[in-house]
């Protein structure tokens, strides 16, 4: 009976219950995928800028037969590839 008196002012430590683990291990596991998802969407803006930035060096009417104006297509290819723009596809929801 002392030695749960000696005990019974000592600090209790916590660790995260059944369900808190397991969450926390969930959303390590989707860090990845989130990444690789952000990656490919990096890449597919960057790719469509640099096809925008041709198009309107080598044919700027066809930005406007596609019905683009051509001064925000100038302002979304001056945008590096992590940034959202108006035109860009493939935006995440966590994009802005």
């Known amino acids: 009976m002392d030695d749960l008196r000696a005990f019974a002012g000592a600090t209790v430590i916590s660790f ?3 369900s808190d683990a397991r ?3 969930a959303e390590h596991r989707r860090s990845p995928a989130t990444l690789a998802e952000r990656l490919a969407c990096w890449v597919k803006r960057r790719a469509f800028r640099r096809e925008l930035t041709r198009l309107l060096e ?3 009417h066809l ?4 019905g683009l104006d051509e001064a925000a ?3 979304e290819t001056q945008l590096p590839f992590w940034r959202p723009g108006p035109l860009a596809p493939g ?3 966590h994009d802005g």
């Open 16 to 18: 995260p219950s059944g």
């Open 63 to 66: 930005i406007r037969d596609i």
């Open 73 to 75: 297509v100038r302002r």
């Open 91 to 93: 935006g995440l929801p």
């Open 58 to 60: 080598a044919s700027p």
């Open 23 to 25: 969450e926390s291990a």
